[in-house]
């Protein structure tokens, strides 16, 4: 069973950064695409960036793509989350997932969650 824990979340002022990890457990970690998805209070849970296997391709969403940056280190079984220039509608739960398909940017293709971290942006 895969278990997924994140961390580096916190509050942070407008035009901050922070990192988040994400670190994998109880299975073989560049078996799987690995996204970050995020969710704000009563909104849908959205996509957010995803990376391949072996890191060769990513993917962003449009609010995100040029201040958010994911990475992985699979020598560490850990996938992260640049973000940068942050701004108060990033404000959310940030949740780690992992997917065994190669469509990375819908949420039913994951298949394990960790249990998210608060980010908070202040105005």
């Known amino acids: 069973q895969v278990h997924l824990v994140e961390s580096g979340g916190g509050l942070v002022q407008a035009g901050g950064f922070l990192r988040l990890s994400c670190v994998c457990s109880g299975g073989i970690f560049s078996n799987y695409g690995m996204g970050w998805f995020r969710q704000a209070p009563g909104k849908d849970r959205e996509f957010v960036a995803a990376i391949r296997r072996y890191g060769d391709m990513t993917y962003y969403s449009d609010s995100v793509k040029g201040r958010f940056t994911i990475s992985r280190d699979n020598a560490k079984n850990t996938v992260y989350l640049q973000m940068n220039n942050l701004k108060p509608e990033d404000t959310a739960v940030y949740y780690c997932?992992?997917?065994?398909?190669?469509?990375?940017?819908?949420?039913?293709?994951?298949?394990?969650w960790g249990r998210g971290t608060q980010v908070t942006v202040s105005s």
């Open positions: 997932a992992a997917s065994r398909s190669g469509l990375l940017g819908k949420l039913q293709e994951y298949n394990y």
